[in-house]
Nanobody, 122 residues
């Protein structure tokens, strides 16, 4: 059974930083792309970033480009989302997901974590 466990969320002031982690188990981590999505209250879940299986290709949503950095450590079966210059509009539950191909589309991912709350105060 594939499991994804997010951690690292919390409360931070605007302009601050957080690093989210997502630990994966249950299948060969290095063979699959990973993605991060977020969902704010009353809004649909939206794409944040994705990284290829090897880590060589990354895509970011325009709203986070230049502020967030996605990386992975295949030896530790973990993907990281470094979030800098955080804004109140980044407040959301952040979910990691895994799929065969990296994509901006939720349907491309077949397993999801439970999410971790990120709250950015102004």
């Amino acid at each position: 059974q594939v499991q994804l466990v997010e951690s690292g969320g919390g409360l931070v002031q605007a302009g601050g930083s957080l690093r989210l982690s997502c630990a994966a188990s249950g299948r060969t981590f290095s063979s699959y792309a990973m993605g991060w999505f977020r969902q704010a209250p009353g809004k649909e879940r939206e794409f944040v970033a994705t990284i290829s299986a090897s880590g060589g290709v990354r895509y970011y949503a325009d709203s986070v480009k230049g502020r967030f950095i996605l990386s992975r450590d295949n030896a530790k079966n973990t993907v990281y989302l470094q979030m800098n210059s955080l804004k109140p509009e980044d407040t959301a539950v952040y979910y990691c997901a895994t799929g065969t191909w990296g994509s901006r589309s939720r349907s491309a991912y077949d397993y999801w974590g439970q999410g971790t709350q990120v709250t950015v105060s102004s």
